[in-house]
């Protein structure tokens, strides 16, 4: 079964966190992804840029009185992707549901 609407860039366990994590949230700041996640800066770093660069993410870095702050958010695509990519992953699981198992 080929589900059009599973994506193969997303399904990346980095990047599929990533996208779920920001799911609920308005903006959620990098350093509390990166723990959530348990993942080097770098790391993080390297998947929300492939994320960015997809126009699934939105980076906003701002000066705040104690230093640097950095944001991230899905955009709209990412939300739109997210939630296909999820509803494709449910009709996998779905369809697993539905096969006879034989002992």
């Known amino acids: ?3 059009p609407s ?3 860039f997303l399904h990346v ?3 599929l966190s990533i996208v779920a994590l920001l799911a609920p949230a308005q903006w ?3 350093r509390v992804l990166r723990d959530a ?3 080097s800066d770098s ?5 929300v840029s492939a994320l960015q660069e997809a126009a699934y993410v939105e980076v906003r870095k701002e000066r705040i009185s104690s230093g640097r702050s950095t944001r991230v958010r899905l955009t709209p695509l990412g939300r739109q ?3 296909e990519h999820a509803a494709a992953l449910q009709r996998i699981v779905d369809a697993a549901g539905r ?3 034989q002992e």
């Open 1 to 3: 079964m080929s589900d």
């Open 6 to 8: 599973f994506n193969e």
């Open 13 to 15: 366990p980095a990047r």
């Open 28 to 30: 959620m700041e990098f």
């Open 37 to 39: 996640l348990d993942v």
């Open 43 to 47: 790391s993080l770093s390297k998947q």
């Open 81 to 83: 992707a997210f939630a």
């Open 99 to 101: 096969v006879p198992v």
